[in-house]
């Protein structure tokens, strides 16, 4: 723990102390209107965070088809590739997975 999160959890515990030694208590909202107030708040910035993100993903999305436009043979040999690699990868796991099946079998008989 830092030093500041011993001083907040200190102030909490004994806030005539923390007051002697000069450290503020972590500031609480009194009244229901500065509850609702910090509740507002934090609700618009969290959906000015999801706005942001969700532009940011519309761009990458704009970006990709760009992309797709420009170079499509490009894409379709990545597209190609990923696929191949894909296959290849199920078919050694399937085969790995069905020769450790028929060992295990042979052991069992």
Request: hydrophobic letters at 45%; one cysteine or more; glycine letters at 6%.
């Given at each position: 723990m830092?030093?500041?999160q011993?001083a907040?959890?200190?102030a ?22 500065a ?12 959906k ?33 590739v990923?696929?191949?690699?894909a ?10 997975g069905c ?11």
């Amino acid at each position: 723990m830092s030093s500041m999160q011993n001083a907040a959890v200190s102030a909490r515990m004994d806030p005539d102390a923390a007051q002697a030694r000069g450290a503020q208590p972590p500031a609480t909202p009194k009244s229901p209107a500065a509850v609702m107030d910090a509740i507002g708040t934090r609700v618009r910035n969290a959906k000015r965070s999801a706005r942001k993100k969700l532009f940011a993903a519309e761009d990458m999305l704009d970006t990709a088809a760009i992309r797709l436009r420009r170079r499509p043979w490009r894409s379709l040999g990545l597209a190609l590739v990923a696929g191949a690699a894909a296959g290849v990868l199920a078919t050694v796991l399937r085969s790995r997975g069905c020769a450790e099946t028929a060992t295990r079998d042979r052991q069992n008989a």
